[in-house]
Structures are given as structure tokens and as C-alpha cells.
């Protein structure tokens, strides 16, 4: 590899042998886990089902605050050594929590498979194991959401959503994650817990329970439990924290180092005070808020778990303060951010369902840092801060936390250029999220412009507006191959045999024209789409029974108004809007021009000879293939094929706007994939884009692997193109582009980078990330791991290590695009 220009990351890895290089305090705090396997931790399990047992009966609010008390009470507290900032959930090491109340039903099957399993392998001690087997998983086994949920689906939904011979099995067509988190991803108000404390969060709850009407069942009963829930929960995060300033104490009066003697004192006073009480200074400001985040995990799985928000807006102040008065420098608040980012790493996200940890590869979590963007005025927000976490991620080479940063028209272009260069660094950081596309359709929707101008960055490309959005059921996949593939074999699949799945929309062998085709598709599209207003109905109305959120309510100004919990089925006031996303749309928008092309323009191929080319995976028929992967492609600013991708994005949305009022919720279309066109694809045959049977699909709004001939540019292009604006029932559109080192090599290459990135912010695209690395090493990172550690890739909305991804996702980066030109 000597020959070819390197990203920093690549020089890195060569000159450090794949080692992490880092400095002091952090190189200890990070060699302490680095080579620990992930471990699973069963005390959150333990003592949530423990009060469960002993709260039989009572409101499921007050059940919940309890069980977090009870938590708090028991957890070990731990300490690592060298650590500024405390709190964790778990083991030392790297860990992972079970949340029995969502998915138990599992337990069993998963302690027999979770050392062995390929996706984000977990180890479980003997005496955990059988905590497991004796003490949890047979107190859930009924009581789950994921049985429930399945047992309330309709017939017709379900068979295409799990198998009905065996409900724990999916079927990757139209799947539920409503099974495999308690909530959405999501982003607290930190400002309130860091600016006020809990003790204030706390009186106000009392004021709210004090003042109800005594003659009002509703307030007596619903609401007077609500506010007990959150005087609960907020005696168990003091008492939480305080535990951890005990345990530091404890720790201080043993410590023979006089300097770690003085850190210890110093973290224990900041555990006395915060979050109970207001914070004054930056260190006490970041401990705070870590001790949310992290007792928000112990509290409900959250899908990507729950993200840091815009931290150089609500730190801001203190930093400022502290600055002005000597307290700190850059350089140790950036040693206290990895601080964060190193307690953040150990935590892995564990999914306990099948389906689950196919979804999300490499132990993917995205705790977003949004920086950037504007401010509750519409005026640019960009700060020191902004720029110390941009720095701050180029110097610190860890793949922990997720840095998001918002572009507008008026962004500095000192943020751009300092954009470019953290993305030049080549671990995919940071994805950039567009306030030019975004705001606006937030306003559309109903959000007032402040709170639309606030919003933060929240799991892979999605946003939060804090105390304004209130929905939380998490949505459906819709696996768009499958809907051609169902269109091609009359409302069947190869996969499933005879079983007709959806609807027959007739032979397509005879379908005279391509229009004939295009229009069964549609009517497939449309039956999966009614499938999934139906599931998510059904998931909506489920939920509420099942999981609360008192710690999350509390942070919500909305839920303390009007003494609802957080996972209410509606709470008056809220921005109700959910998504479905679409899985394969560069395959599919391929897959249908090829037809077109080949089949009824040039009639270089017969249905015939499709048909049976397909259903043989293309087994001695190369010819046919190599025609079908010659037709013209999405993602190449073809207006041939980007024409048929517009008409699957409107026929969905027109659909969505039409129906989706009928369950309550704005339904968006997003194209949003994480590792989801890995396992949708093993359930697809060929497909008439050239691809071979179980393979990935395309991801996210990104071409297909290897068809974007024309450059970065085209894929803008052909993105842009491709959208309904006229309806408002968009969200997110995931677009990972691929670019080699030599392409933005020097200050050249940065300009050109920073054009770009301009290009696509004008075009008003939701969300755009960047792979900046060599297809050799990828190749030599797939044949020798040993030596690639540390290599970082962006997978979907997340970055994460090359080589603990599934071979089949390592293959799905490897086979994008590498565009040697930016222009």
C-alpha cells in the first residue's frame, strides 16, 4: 500500500500497528476495555424484575419509578481507575444490559447463542446464566411486549411479518422494531437537569401533585400517579449519584497517589451535588448530564439509546464561565469530554432478538453530539465549543460519541472548511444533517419555528425536538425488493414457496407493456403500505401498556404540564410523527429500469428468459446478467431511472398523506437502512438489476453497490430528483457516498470537499456521511483483522469497527462506490 495516498486513520493504523494511540489518563482508561470482550450484565434485569414481582397491581408509572429506585439502591458502583467522570450501568469492561419486560421471551434461546451468535457476540457468566434461567426470564415469560404485540396483530399482517409457525422467527418483508426497543431514539431537555437539578424537578412534581382537583378522578388517580412517579425517580438518580460520591470517598481515603486522592475528593463533591442540584461549573455540568444519559439506559431501551443533544449550545455558558475565570482550558475540557466518550465506549448495545442484532452490526449505539446549526432566533449557533468538538474527534480516534453536525445557509465558512477536514480524517466523522431541508418540514407539520430551529440530531439521521415531540413507538421496515419480487411471482416469493403472501397482481410474464408492471408494483407497494399503517396501529395502541418513562417524562415539559407519562398513546400538544422506512430503493429503481430497458424497449430479453435467469440465480446465463447490469442505473443523474424512483417515493408518501391520519400520527418515508439491507436481502432472490440472490440490498438512499459511475455529484443529483417535494410526509434520507484519500488530497481537496458539502446543502438533502478510505484496505483488513483493530467505517448512520461487522456487511462497504473526483 505504499504507493497510495492514506487517510490519517489509514497512516495510523500503519504506523501504530493498529494500536490506539492515545495520551495518559486516556490511554489507561481506554486499555483497561480495549481487548475485554462484551459481557453481559444481568443487575438492571435482576432488580427491575425483583420490584416488578413486589408491584403487582399498581400503576405501570409507579411500578416503573419504584423499579428504578430499587436499581439505583442495589447496582454496584463502580469507579474505573483514571476516570474524571463516573457512572455506569454495568460490569467493567465493555457490557451490555438486559431489558427483560421488552423481550424475555428470548432469554432462554438467547444464553444458549449469545457467545456463538456472528452479529455483536456477548459473553454470560455460569452464575448469570442461571439468574437468567431461575430468577428472570420465567416471571416475563407472557408478560412481554413482543408476545403481546405479536398476539394482537392481525392475520394477514402477521404472515408477513413473522412466521406464523413460529412467531420468534421474521420474515424480513414488512418487519416490526417496536419489539426490539422501549421507545424511539431520543433526546432529553439536559439543559433543565443540568440548569435546575433534580430537587427542583422534584418540588415541582410535588407543586403539580399538591394542586390537583380533589374531586377529578382523573387528577386523584392518572395524574397523582404520574406525579409520584417522578418524585420517585427523582429520589433514585440523587440517590444514584450520591452512591457514587460515597464509593469515590471510600476510594480517596485508600488512594496512595495525592493527585488521584485530590480527583477522587473532587468527584465526590460533584456527586453530592449534581444533578440533585444545580450545576456551576463544567466538570459539574458534563457529570450531570452523563449521570442522565447513563440512568436513562438503566431506565428503558432506547433505540440508538438516548443522544447528547446540541452539547456546545447547553454547556456552552459553562465553558464560557469557566474560561473567563481560570477554572479550565481547552485541553482539559476535551479530557473531560473522553472521558465521556471512553464510559460511552464500554457500553454495548445489546439486543436480545433474533432480528434485533441483525439490524444493528458492530455493536451499533448512536449517541449523537450535535453541534452547529442555528439558534431558537434562526441566527447561526456555531461556538468555540462547536469547533473544540470538531477538533476533539480529529485527535481522539474512537468511534464513541457520533458527531452530527448541522449546516445551514449562513453556516461559517471557517465551520465548513474545519467539517471538511474532520471528515478528510476518513472514520466517518461527522455526518451532516441539513437545516435547510429539515426546519422548514418540521413547520410544515405544526412545530412552532423555535422549536424547529432547536432541534438536535437523534440516532442514525433522525431529530428531536425536546419538550415538542412526544411520539415514541418505534416504526416499521418495508423491504422494497421484496415488494418486487412479490410483483414478479404473483404475491409470492422464492424464499416462502406457493404461500401467497400479499395479493395477486397477475403473471407478470404477460404483462404487455411496462407501464402494466409498473402498476402491479405499485399495488404490491400500496397492499404493504396498508400492512404497515395497521402494524403500527396495533403497535401504538400495545405500548402504552407495557413500558413508562418516568425519568424521561420528567425532562418533558409537555409530560409535567399535563401529568402524562412519556409512552402515553397521545399527549395533548404533542408533534405525533412516526416513519416507515423503505429498505432497497437503488436496487428496486434499478431492478425496474432494467426491465424496462431490456425486456420491453431493446427486447434484448424475454420474461421467459428473465424469469428463469432469476429464479437459477443467474447460473449460465452471465449474457442476460451483464445486460441487466448495463441498463441505466440510479445515482448517475439518469433521468430514465430517477423518474421511476420518484414514482415509488410518491405512490408511498401520496399514500401515507392520504391514511395516516386514520392512526393519529404523521407517517413519514424515510430511507433510513442501519444493517437492514443486509439481512432483508438473504430473503430476496436475484433481482433484475444483476444482483445474486441473499445479498445486500442497497442501503439508505444510496445507489446500488458499485452503480454510481458518474461521481458524488450525480448521486446528489439523482437524490434530489428523486423526491416528492409537494408532499410533507418526508423524513430522513440516509446517503453514504464513498470518496478515496487522493480524491480531496490538500488544501485543494478541502475546497473541494467544502463545495460539495455546499452543492448538497443547497439541494436541500435531510443527511449526508462520508467513507474516505482505500478498497485495500478494506480488503486487507478483511483477510487479516489482527492487524485493523482500530480501522473505523460508516456503516449507516453510525461508524464502527471494520472488523467485528458479519462478513456479509463488511461486503456491503467494501462493494460502494470509491469516486476517485469529487467534482
Known sequence: MASVLLSPQEERIEKNKGRVELKGREQKIYDSFQNSKSVVDVQRAKYFTESFKETEGQ?????????LYNIAKKIDVVIDDSQLIVGRGGKQGKYGIIYPELDGCFLHQFVKQASSRIESPFEIAPEDIKIIEEEIAPYWQGKTYYEDFAHAMPKDVLKITYDPKDLFSSRFILNESSSMRSALQWVHDYKKGIDFGFEAIKAEAQKALDSLDEFDPHDTVDKAEFYESIIIVSDAI???????????????EIETDSNRRDELLEIARICYKVPA???????????????????????????????????????????????????????????????????????????????????????????????????EDGYDATNDLSYLLLEDKREFPLNYPDLAARVHAGSPERFLRE??????????????????????????????????????????????????????TPCPFINLA???????????????????????????????????????????????LKQALRQQFVANRTRPKHFASPLGSSLHALCMKEGKDLHSEKIPGGFDAGFFDFIGFGTVADSLAAIKKCVYED???????????????????????????????????????????????????????????????????????????????????????????????????????????????????????????????????????????????????????????????????????????????????????????SLLVRVAGYSAYFVELSPNLQDDVLNRTAHDEIA
Open 419 to 472: 467539517i471538511a477536514i474532520t471528515i478528510k480524517d476518513g472514520s466517518g466523522f461527522p455526518k451532516l444533517i441539513n437545516d435547510e431541508e429539515i426546519i422548514p418540514i418540521l413547520v410544515s407539520k405544526g412545530a412552532d419555528f423555535a422549536s424547529a430551529n432547536d432541534y438536535a440530531v437523534s440516532g442514525c439521521t433522525e431529530v428531536r425536538m425536546p419538550n415538542l415531540d412526544t411520539f415514541t
Open 277 to 375: 442540584k444545580p450545576a456551576e461549573t463544567f466538570h459539574e455540568a458534563l457529570q450531570a448530564q452523563w449521570f442522565i444519559q447513563m440512568f436513562s439506559r438503566l431506565e428503558q431501551k432506547t433505540g440508538a439509546t438516548i443522544s447528547n443533544g446540541r452539547m456546545d449550545q447547553y454547556l456552552y455558558p459553562y465553558y464560557e464561565k469557566d474560561l473567563k475565570e481560570g477554572r479550565i482550558t481547552p485541553e482539559k475540557a476535551k479530557e473531560l469530554f473522553r472521558c465521556v466518550w471512553l464510559a460511552m465506549a464500554q457500553y454495548q448495545d445489546l439486543f436480545v432478538s433474533p432480528a434485533g442484532v441483525k439490524f444493528h452490526e458492530g455493536y451499533a449505539h448512536w449517541e449523537a453530539v450535535t453541534i452547529g446549526g442555528v439558534d
Open 59 to 67: 400503576a405501570l408509572s409507579l411500578r416503573w419509578a419504584k423499579a
Open 603 to 789: 427486447k434484448t430479453i424475454t420474461w421467459d428468459e428473465l424469469i428463469e435467469s432469476l429464479k437459477n440465480n443467474f447460473e449460465g446465463a452471465e449474457t442476460i446478467r451483464q445486460r441487466l447490469v448495463n441498463a441505466p442505473k440510479y445515482g448517475n443523474d439518469d433521468e430514465y431511472v430517477d423518474a421511476i424512483a420518484k414514482r415509488i417515493d410518491r405512490e408511498a408518501v401520496k399514500f401515507v398523506s392520504q391514511y395516516a391520519k386514520n392512526i393519529g400520527i404523521y407517517m413519514d418515508l424515510r430511507y433510513v437502512s442501519q444493517s437492514v439491507n443486509v439481512p432483508f436481502g438473504t430473503v430476496v432472490g436475484a433481482t433484475p438489476n444483476g444482483r445474486f440472490a441473499e445479498t445486500a440490498l442497497s442501503d439508505g438512499s444510496s445507489a446500488s453497490q458499485g452503480a454510481d459511475e458518474h461521481g458524488p455529484t450525480a448521486v446528489l443529483l439523482s437524490n434530489y430528483k428523486t423526491k416528492n417535494t409537494n408532499y410533507n410526509n418526508r423524513a430522513a434520507r440516509l446517503l453514504n457516498i464513498k470518496l478515496t484519500p487522493s480524491s480531496v488530497a490538500g488544501d485543494i481537496g478541502t475546497k473541494k470537499l467544502v463545495q460539495f458539502i455546499k452543492s448538497w446543502r443547497d439541494l436541500k438533502l435531510w443527511h449526508l456521511q462520508f467513507n474516505i478510505i482505500n478498497r485495500e484496505t478494506l480488503l486487507d483488513a478483511k483477510a487479516h483483522p489482527e492487524k485493523y483493530r
Open 482 to 528: 421484496a415488494i418486487l419480487e412479490l410483483t414478479l411471482y404473483n404475491g409470492r416469493m422464492l424464499k416462502y414457496g406457493d404461500e401467497l403472501l400479499t395479493i395477486e397482481t397477475g403473471d407478470a410474464t404477460v404483462f404487455e407493456t411496462y407501464q402494466d408492471l409498473e402498476n402491479a408494483f405499485v399495488a404490491q407497494e400500496q397492499y404493504l
Open 238 to 252: 440523587i440517590l444514584w449519584a450520591k452512591r457514587h460520591g460515597d464509593e469515590a470517598k471510600r476510594l480517596a
